[in-house]
Structure formats: structure tokens, C-alpha cells
């Protein structure tokens, strides 16, 4: 099975960019369908963005993300990547990325593997 870890939240004012990552171990990420959500406390976990397995890479973003977000990929670093710019207030969560086998990609429950999340906060 997979193992994931992200790393690159950080405190950001309004406006400006981040880039996440996810870094798998145990297998070849190339293998999953990798996603990224976020959660704020006491709330679900929301769709961000995926992007398919390496045959066609095809990528979807949430519409609150979309022109702002891209998700991407390097399959001989075994990593996952989310850029985010014109970042806002309301950007503001933890972000966990996650892989799968299936479809239904928009759907946390979609997805077997998880990793433990990063924290991003928006906020001048």
C-alpha cells in the first residue's frame, strides 16, 4: 500500500501563493488516482482538485478553485503537487491529499489512502 505525506502549508496573506506537496512512499504513486481535499474543524472534507493515473492525467477542480489551483504531478519523483495563487481568506484549511483505484474522485469516500494534512491559513 501507499504511504502519504504533505508538507508546504504555511501562513499566507490574501493574494498570495502556495505550493503543496505529497510525497508517496511503498508503492508507485503513478499507480493512483491522487486527489486533494480540505476540511476546516467540525466540518466535511471537501473536493479540491484530482488528477487521473499517469495513461491520460486528466485533472477536475472544485469551482470555488478553478482559474486558481493547479494540480499536477511527477511521476519519477513519486510526488503530487497543488499550486494555489490569488489564495483567500476562505482557502483557509487543512489540505490532505489521497489516492485511489477508483472512480468517484470527487467523493473522500472514494479514496483508500490518506495522508495526514497541512495546515494553510489565509489571513493578512
Known amino acids: 500500500q501507499v504511504q502519504l505525506v504533505e508538507s508546504g502549508g504555511d501562513l499566507v496573506q490574501p493574494g498570495g501563493s502556495l505550493r503543496l506537496s505529497c510525497a508517496a512512499s511503498g508503492d508507485t504513486l503513478s499507480r493512483y488516482h491522487v486527489g486533494w481535499f480540505r476540511q476546516l474543524l467540525g466540518k466535511e472534507r471537501e473536493f479540491v482538485a484530482y488528477v487521473y493515473v499517469i495513461g491520460s492525467s486528466t485533472t477536475d477542480y472544485a469551482n470555488s478553485v478553478k482559474g486558481r489551483f493547479t494540480i499536477s504531478r511527477d511521476n519519477a519523483k513519486n510526488m503530487v503537487y497543488l499550486q494555489m495563487n490569488n489564495l483567500k481568506p476562505e482557502d483557509t484549511a487543512v489540505y490532505f491529499c489521497?489516492?485511489?483505484?477508483?472512480?468517484?474522485?470527487?467523493?473522500?469516500?472514494?479514496?483508500?489512502?490518506w495522508g495526514q494534512g497541512t495546515q494553510v491559513t489565509v489571513s493578512s
Open positions: 489521497a489516492a485511489a483505484t477508483r472512480g468517484g474522485l470527487y467523493y473522500a469516500a472514494s479514496y483508500d489512502y
